[in-house]
Every structure is written in C-alpha cells, then in structure tokens.
C-alpha cells in the first residue's frame, strides 16, 4: 500500500487528493528522530515549514520518492541531501503569494498606525489617542529587496497607495522593473534612502544578514523594516539594538532565524516599534487551500508515474516536455544504457551530439535521460532524473554538448553518445521513425540498423566468410534463439559490428566461446 505521511497541518483538499492514490497519515509536530525512525515507511511526505527535512530523515528512507512543501521556500529542506538519494522536492511557488503580499502590506500599515500596542491600551481600558499618532504611506518611499513574485505584488499594492517605489534584485531586469513600476536602485541607497524596506528574497548563504548593523545605521531614523521572507536575513541581535537605540523607527517581522522564536531572543527585549507575528505569511484559508491542493496534486500524480509541476531539483523537466520529448528521452536512456555496456570501465567523459530535428529540442532533458541511462547499471534502482547528473559530477563524468545543424542523414535527424574512458572511446547514435519506433543507426561508427530489444549481443569481428554461420551454430547449439541480426561494416573485408538482438541472455560460459571463434576481436552482451 502506499503511503504518505503530513507533518504538519495541510489544508482539508489536500488530504482528499492524497488519499484517493494513498494511506495518509498525520503526525503533527513529530520530532526530528521520530521522523527519522518512521520515515523508511513512506512513499511520499507532505511539509509545511514546520518540519526540518535534514540528511539525517532523508538518508534514514527506503522508499521515499517525493517530499512535498505546501509553500514557497524550501530551506527548511535538505534539497542536496535529497536529490542525492533521487527524493524529487516539489513546491508551490504561486500558491501563497497573494497572502504573504497582504501580510506585508497589513504590517507596514500596522506599524505606521501603531495598531497592535493601541490595541492592547484599549483593552486595558486606557483611551490614548496623542500617543498613537502614526504617519501615512502615501507619497513615503518603499524599497523593495527582491522583486520575485511576492516582491512584485507588493510593490502594485504600494504603487496603488500611492508610495514611491524602488527596488533592488540582480536577477530582474531594467524592463521588468519598468513592467511593474519599480525604480530599480542599488542596495546601499534603497537602504540610505527608503522610508520602509521590505525584504521578499529567499535565505542563502550570500543574503544570510544581508540586514546587519552596518546597513541599519544606514538607514533613516524614521524608516521602518519589514520581513515576511525568511528569518536569518536580518540580524537579530543588530536589529533589536538597532530599536532600542532609536536607528531606526520601526520593524515588523514575520519570521525568525530560529522558529519558533525562542525565549530568548533579543528581538523579545525590544520595547519600542516592533511587530512580531509566528510565521503567518501564507496563512490565509486561500493560500493553504493553494498550497496544499498544487502539491498533493503533484504527489498524487508522482506517485502514479507521472511528472510533477514544479520539482525544485529537477531542472527543465515540466511535464509538457516530458511529454512531447517521450521517445526522444527513452532513446537517450536506451542509448545510455547501451553504450555503458559497451563501454565497460570508468567513463570520464560524455559527449552528446544533437542532429537535425533533435537540435530543435531542449538538450538538458536530453542529457539527464542519457546519464539515467549511462548510470543505471552501476547504481540500479538509485538512479532516476532527479539524481543523474549529480551521480555523474560526483563520479567525475563530465558532459559536453554539441549541436549539429547541418543536413541529418536521417530526416527525423539523431542523436549521438560519445563516452571517453579507461577503455577508449565508444559510440552509438539513435533515430527516432516516423512511427515513433526507437532506432540504432550506428555502433562505434559503423552504420546499423536495429531495434533496441532487451537482450542483445554486439560483436566486433573481420568482415570474412563463415563468421557468421559459425556464430549462429554456436548460440544455438546453447539454446539462445536469435530474433535478428544486422552486420556493418565501412568496407568489405574490413573491420565489422555485428549486432544480434537475442530472446535469451547469453551464459557467461558461452560467452567465453565466441570470443575464442577465429575472427572475433570482442562480443559484449547487453541488457536493456
Ligand atoms: N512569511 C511567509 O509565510 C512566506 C514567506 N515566503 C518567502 O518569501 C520570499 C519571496 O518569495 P517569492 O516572491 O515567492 O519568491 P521568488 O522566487 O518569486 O522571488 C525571490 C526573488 O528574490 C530575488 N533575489 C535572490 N537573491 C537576491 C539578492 N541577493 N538580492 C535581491 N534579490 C534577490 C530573486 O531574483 C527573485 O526575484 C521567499 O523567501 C519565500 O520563502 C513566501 C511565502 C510565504
Ligand atoms: O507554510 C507556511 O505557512 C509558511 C509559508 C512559507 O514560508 C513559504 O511558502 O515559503
């Protein structure tokens, strides 16, 4: 039976699409060693923030296939970890963005209006209307620190109350800041210039205390700041001094270097200006119904062998190229496959050769598929597209990619393998036919024409009389039936491959046999 386990809480519609594929099981608040014992149960898990997915909970899996954040950011997730042990990590990069904007925009006017501490005076009986007195954010300038999908909604909201908005991200161009009315300025004037900042960057290591001391002192005594991205990008200790000692007016903070934000966090001892609320960003009943139903949707459909949306550690596999690439990607895995037995030995390079109509295609998909291939007899079930070019690195396999666009012999155009390695170099090129039929149209260079089938046998031979009669007497004589048989050669009397596609795996005993057969130079069995 396959199972799910959800680790912490996930809207109601998600559970529904899960459980129509699987047994869903719910252990809220699970601590990281008991998720780490129980894991090795489990074809998927379901997270929100919450759960830390560490090295330790993915190595401890046996079956784990896929790990599902119902949310953006997936650092509370071991991606590295994850891709290695082939885990695919999917998200929902839109499904909260509407709801962590707001929130944005509900703090920057909650700390402009002192809305949170006049509220507790006023339960408190007290009516204290001179010391609420707030500022308005029309005509005030919002600076901006990334201009993603959050970054950009915010900065409408803020364009639409009338704020003068700028913005700083290295990866948005001048036209899309344009698109989305954002002046686009560098970080140290954003900083020195903006009467609010908000922060919507995700935590790395290159923006981890991006907000430190230095840039607080920077900034205006009567700014405010603003963080419903990640805690860790701002300082903490820095921030709280910065308040307590009036550098700047104000912040608002949604999420913590460590959550739940412990007792003794320095931000607890600030007593001026400051807004603290426990990770409610995404907290909408919208949101959560978003989140939750675009990732069950995707762990459904993983679960099912289909492909997944939006997989963080499997880049430019979309569905939609999975789907029309399909044969072109099984003739990769095939040819991979086909030519690591062919190969034998360490292969230290790979080079892939697009032609025609293969040219036209996205390579990338083209190149995990061979590797999956290339690798799958070494490593076995461990080897999938989230995993193969990691695997490939971390063996020393490099990948080189060429496009030929010159006129393909064949008119669906081919694709070709090259491995480098302690056994010399080897090489295979693929077709695709009219019929969606797989084809291999050479071996090393020698022109074939075959049909890939699960057992095969590839000879190198002279191109001379009785050869092979003799073959054929011998597989027989061993009860091997051969299906088909294909001989190339680039001149008669010359070197030649022959290449039998076979309905039995050859004993290794016979193997030894042909090899000794005059005129036989090499005979690789191959199982695809
Ligand atoms: N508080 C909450 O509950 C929620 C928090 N988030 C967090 O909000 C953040 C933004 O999310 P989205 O807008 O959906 O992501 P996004 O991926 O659409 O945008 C992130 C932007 O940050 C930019 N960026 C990366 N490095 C940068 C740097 N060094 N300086 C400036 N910009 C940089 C990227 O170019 C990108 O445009 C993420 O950290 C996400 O995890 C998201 C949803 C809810
Ligand atoms: O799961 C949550 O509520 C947090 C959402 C969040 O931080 C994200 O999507 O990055």
Sequence with gaps: MTKVLITDPIDQKGIDILSQVAQVDHKIGISDSEL???IGDYDALMIRSGTQVTEEIINSSSKLRIIGRAGVGVDNVDVKAATQKGVLVVNSPGGN????AEHTIAMMLALSRHIPIANSSTLLGKWERKKFVGNEL????LGVVGLGKIGAHVAKVANALGMEVCGYDPFVSTERAQQIQVKLSDLEDLFQQSDYVTLHLPRTPETENLVNMDVLKNMKSSAKLINCARGGLIDEEALAQALNQSLIAGAAID???KEPLESNSPLLKVEKNLILTPHLGASTREAQENVAVDVAEQIRDVLLGLSARTAVNIPGLSPDIMDSLKPHLQLAETMGLLISQLSGGQIQKLEVKLQGEFVQHPSQPLIIASLKGLLSKALGD??????????????GISVVENKDEARPEFASGSLQLTTYGDNGDHSVAGSIFADGELRIISIDQYPVNVSPSRYMLVTRHRDMPGIIGKLGSL??????????MQVGRKIVRGEAVMVLSIDDPIPNKLLDTIIEVDGITNANPVTL
């Design 255 to 257: 999420v913590f270097s």
């Design 97 to 100: 963005t509407i709801a962590a």
């Design 382 to 395: 461990r080897i999938n597209y989230v995993n193969a070019s990691l695997e490939a690195d971390s063996r």
């Design 475 to 484: 597989l027989g004589s061993n009860n091997v039936n051969i299906a088909s």
């Design 36 to 38: 780490a014992s129980i």
């Design 138 to 141: 029309y005509k005030k300038k």
